[in-house]
């Protein structure tokens, strides 16, 4: 896929955390166009307050080559105040900090650069909120 043509599908989810909720209570982020509790495609679009709560997390040490000037760094999937659960790279946070049910809030950073032309790709990370 073409990398503008991924970028505008992202937008929503990526820069202004839009996500999606279905009659059944189930809420989406990124996108999904299927109700998995009730097969329903309809839903509504709804804005993340952009706070929520860690579920699990592990630090990592050996990353993919786009992130390797990061290791180590921590992942924490995380459960939204809405009720969606996103995988999110942490910030601005020190691992003595993590812990499962420690809160959090999105914050925008640089996600990483994009191939030979150094693309650069920003979206939400995480941090602990004290």
Known sequence: MAISQ???REIPHR??????KFPSGFVSL???YVDPISGSREFEKI????KGTILSYTIIYVSADQFKLLTPYA?????????????????????E???IG???EFVFRKIMEEGASGIINYGYK???IK
């Open 126 to 128: 995480a941090k602990i």
């Open 102 to 104: 420690a809160r959090v």
């Open 97 to 99: 900090d993590l812990k």
């Open 15 to 20: 820069y202004r955390l839009e996500a999606q």
């Open 30 to 32: 990124p996108r999904r």
């Open 47 to 50: 804005r993340l307050s952009g």
């Open 75 to 95: 992942v924490a999937v995380i459960e939204t105040d809405e009720g969606a659960r996103v995988t999110a790279m942490m910030t601005d946070t020190n691992f």
């Open 6 to 8: 991924r970028y505008t």
